[in-house]
């Protein structure tokens, strides 16, 4: 017997799966609001020159006028951001008159920005323009670098030290350093914070879906990984709508980050996994959580009935062969794990490229940024629904393929839509980020239940920081449009396409299969399916042997 019957025994989806997930899935919804909050806090907002300080006379009163004379204009007819004339040009106010070869130079004394949708960013307050404009994605990638060191750390001090202790850490190491960014001065300090909040990204949601899934009886698997899926795009339009109501990037940063105290708070009285502390010889605190279920599912009788011997004679036979301790060689040693955890890495690095490059830059569609984050969040819903529906009726793999080949296409397909057809762009941007999305999602799923449980921390972790090194590429992608625009979107395309095919060629069905608990159990799995498979072969040639129809015959 599996440990998935222990909890059909105990519930099955009862009301404690059910506050479970909930309790876990909430922060999870804020977090994606800390994943995209730069597109608000790092808004680029129309800037241009300040005035000299020894030249505010009289004109100052006609700013139009004396920005004119002063600021030459670019090919579009736009005050060139980061140039102005060494003197005034007042011959530019006289209508059908320009001048050429006029000396220009820096802004010496700083910029001059548009306020009106923005009272404040990170990019007003340290002037990152100009020269420096590459500070602003330089910040995004410190933090997406946070998220691929946090994936590391979290995956493997999960397998060790269970999914709580590392889940509430992070709560913790969010809510300070979130909240500590609000009022820090220095683009620096700034940088370090945000640092420690992407660390936190992996360790959240790494141990979150782990402990829904190893809390889930096999049958509920599917809608709670999904719902994860869901929590994170609901958190997007949340963020939509904070950021519309607060304005003042401090203020917005502070918004979101405060929160994370709460979740601190009551996940001291989330229960460890049973499945980990049974992996680990914590037997009796195991029982104690298993009874406490029970109760809350309303079995307490067979909850008191259960011993360590009845819940050993549930996972005896999986747990027989477990390691005491583990490495990152564990998931490359064995034929069947290093298959698994080749082909993840190639699927998380490409979805996360796909994924981050067309969602990190929301000012590119020429919309507005609310509605777009808002677009983007609600395209996210129905694509989710669908999602769902072909993960618990067709199958994992069949799902994480065909999205990710879709959104390869509709990425490739944007190419050839004309640029000043921005909500048609938009459109279709969104629909392959929201393809995107669900097959994240569907992703994270897959892997948990593709690993055993003895390693699946570390292979979560591990294949994650592929998806952080694909965050981390995106931006360099991006930049592949100064030299063709054609690159990009290519890239992009290309990328998730490929993926999909590896997906679809390469890892096995885990839809309705008992989660795998050790490394030798899962080998056994995969030697027995092949041999299984010549038994129903050979059979079927004995039939046809029998009614004298034999291929073998045929031939000869």
């Known amino acids: 017997m599996a440990f998935t019957d222990l909890l059909d ?21 804020l977090l994606a609001c800390h994943n995209f909050l730069q597109n608000f806090t790092a808004a680029a907002v129309p800037h241009h020159c300040q005035l000299p300080a020894n030249r505010t006379g009289a004109t100052t009163n006609d700013s139009g006028a004396w920005l004119r004379a002063t600021i030459p204009l670019d090919q579009h007819g736009v005050p060139e951001p980061c140039q102005r004339f060494t003197e005034p040009q007042w011959a530019l106010l006289s209508p059908n008159t320009s001048v050429y070869g006029v000396a220009t130079e820096d802004c010496k004394d700083g910029w001059v ?55 509430v850490w992070s709560y913790l190491q969010l809510a300070v350093s979130g909240a500590a960014t609000a009022y820090i001065d220095s683009f620096s300090a700034y940088c370090v914070f945000r640092f420690l909040m992407g660390m936190t990204f992996s360790g959240i949601i790494l141990n979150s879906l782990s402990l829904v899934v190893e809390w889930m009886p096999t049958r509920g698997r599917t809608v709670a990984g999904i719902l994860l899926g869901f929590s994170f795009t609901v958190g ?94 564990d998931l490359f040693r064995t034929p069947a794990i290093r298959k698994v955890t080749c082909c993840l890495m190639v699927v998380w690095f490409s979805n996360s490229v796909a994924y981050y490059g067309l969602a990190m830059d929301l000012q590119k569609f020429g919309l507005s940024i609310y509605l777009v984050q808002a677009l983007f969040g609600i395209i ?73 449980t003895e390693i699946r921390q570390m292979g979560m972790g591990f294949t994650s920081v592929n998806a952080r090194l694909g965050g981390l590429a995106a931006p360099l992608v991006t930049t592949l449009g100064e030299i063709s625009p054609v690159l990009p979107p290519l890239g992009f395309g290309t990328t998730s396409i490929l993926a999909g095919l590896v997906v679809l060629c390469f890892l096995t069905e885990t839809r309705n299969v008992p989660l795998v608990e050790t490394i ?15 038994a129903e072969e050979k059979s079927e040639e004995i039939a046809l042997q029998q009614l004298g129809t034999s291929p073998l015959k045929e031939t000869i």
């Open 380 to 452: 996210d819903i129905p694509a989710m629904l669908v999602a769902t529906t072909t993960m618990i009726y067709v199958g994992r793999r069949a799902t994480v393929a065909s999205f990710l080949i879709l959104a390869g296409l509709m990425v490739i397909a944007n190419m050839f839509v004309p640029e000043d057809m921005q909500a048609l762009r938009t459109a279709q941007a969104a629909l392959g980020k929201g393809c995107l999305a669900s097959s994240f999602i569907c992703v994270y799923l897959f892997t948990g239940e593709l690993y055993p």
């Open 520 to 534: 030798a159990a899962m080998e056994r799995r995969m030697k027995e399916a092949p041999s299984k498979k010549e």
């Open 236 to 329: 997007q339009l949340i963020l939509a709508g904070v950021a519309y109501l607060i304005r003042p990037w401090r203020w917005l940063q502070f918004a979101v980050s405060a929160p994370f105290l709460i979740f601190l708070l009551y996940s001291w009285w989330l229960p460890e996994s049973s499945r980990w502390l049974l992996l680990h010889g914590k037997s009796q605190q195991a029982l104690r959580n298993l009874q406490k279920v029970a109760a809350m599912n309303g079995r307490r009788a067979e909850g008191e009935r259960l011993t360590k011997e009845v819940v050993s004679s549930y996972i005896q036979s999986e747990f027989a062969s477990v390691r005491t301790s583990n490495s990152i060689l």
């Open 113 to 167: 920005y548009d306020r009106s949708v923005f009272p404040s960013t990170i990019v007003m307050e340290w002037d990152l323009v100009c020269e420096a404009r590459t500070l602003r994605d330089l910040a995004q990638s410190i933090y997406m670098a946070g998220v691929l060191l946090g994936a590391a750390v979290f995956g493997s001090l999960a397998d060790r030290l269970g999914r709580k202790v590392p889940l």
């Open 9 to 29: 025994t105990l519930g099955g989806v009862g009301r404690f799966q059910l506050v479970y997930t909930a309790l876990l899935l909430l922060p999870c919804g």
